[in-house]
């Protein structure tokens, strides 16, 4: 395919959001009944469930680490989550998207009060439209704090591109494709600790800063939502 105009002339991109504009942004807590704790969560067609369980006892025993938790993370693209058919194996971009996530995550929750178990966050990527890493580790921080697991923060994940020369927030499947630069961040709001940064492409140093900046500021727009949804879980749990 030819490369596609991705900032319209009239500046907005081909779905017509603004820059700094996100996805429609879907979450909900709480979804899974066999999980310590779940989420699924939607930034625009890229479609995302999270579970988690533990702390648990952990096999193989040689595993246990005697002062901490061990978390472990798998992310996963379901077979019928991208346009062509993806192999159900493990890829080398799923173990290091796993690696990535978990060490985010390891960065917040307060593994020191569990040690010699593990908790285990499984994240199935079910539509894939951009942006999967990033509403997964959102996806995964939400299950942990339905699973009840006490964190220094919720961290929320989105990521900053740069596309046909401007910063634009929340890029979707073409515009990380055809842009020039995909900078996903996870971002610890109340705190403001980033957890995970990764860049694919060149920025400049100025751009960088301004990604972060816009970066943030999805982020923070990304938590309240999620503080939303473990509220409306809440009052669904003294309801019922
Ligand atoms: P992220 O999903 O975090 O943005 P990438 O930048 O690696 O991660 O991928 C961008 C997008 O490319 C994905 O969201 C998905 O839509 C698509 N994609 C990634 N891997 C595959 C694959 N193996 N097959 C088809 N599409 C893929």
């Known amino acids: 395919m030819e490369k596609p105009v991705l900032i319209r002339e009239d500046g907005l991109r081909r779905d017509g959001r603004r820059p700094d504009e996100l996805r429609p942004i879907h979450i909900e807590v709480g979804v899974l009944k ?42 996963h693209m379901a077979p019928f989550s991208t346009s062509e058919h993806k192999s159900p ?10 690696k990535v996530i978990r060490e985010a995550l390891e960065s917040v929750v307060f593994t020191e009060l569990f040690p010699r178990t593990t908790i285990d966050i499984f994240i199935e ?20 704090a339905d699973a009840g697991i006490p964190m220094r923060d919720l961290v929320a994940g989105v990521a900053v591109g740069k596309i046909d020369g401007v910063l634009v927030l929340d890029i979707d499947e073409i515009e990380d494709e055809y842009g020039e630069a995909d900078m996903p961040i996870g971002y610890a709001a109340s705190i403001d600790e980033i957890v995970l940064l990764q860049l694919n492409g060149v920025l400049t140093p100025d751009e960088m800063k301004e990604a972060i900046k816009l970066a943030k500021k999805g982020a923070e727009q990304i938590y309240k939502l999620m503080k939303e949804a473990l509220h409306r879980k809440y009052l669904r749990v003294l309801e019922s």
Request: glycine share 8%; proline share 6%.
């Open 125 to 144: 990527v079910l539509q894939a439209d951009g942006g999967t890493r990033t509403a997964g580790l959102t996806a995964a921080s939400l299950a942990l």
């Open 34 to 75: 066999n999980a310590d704790g779940s989420a699924i969560v939607e930034y625009g067609k890229t479609k995302v469930i999270a579970a988690t369980y533990g702390p648990r006892e952990i096999y193989p025993k040689h595993l246990v680490l005697p002062d901490r938790a061990l978390i472990r993370c798998r992310y």
């Open 89 to 98: 194996a493990p890829s080398r971009r799923e173990i290091e998207l796993s």
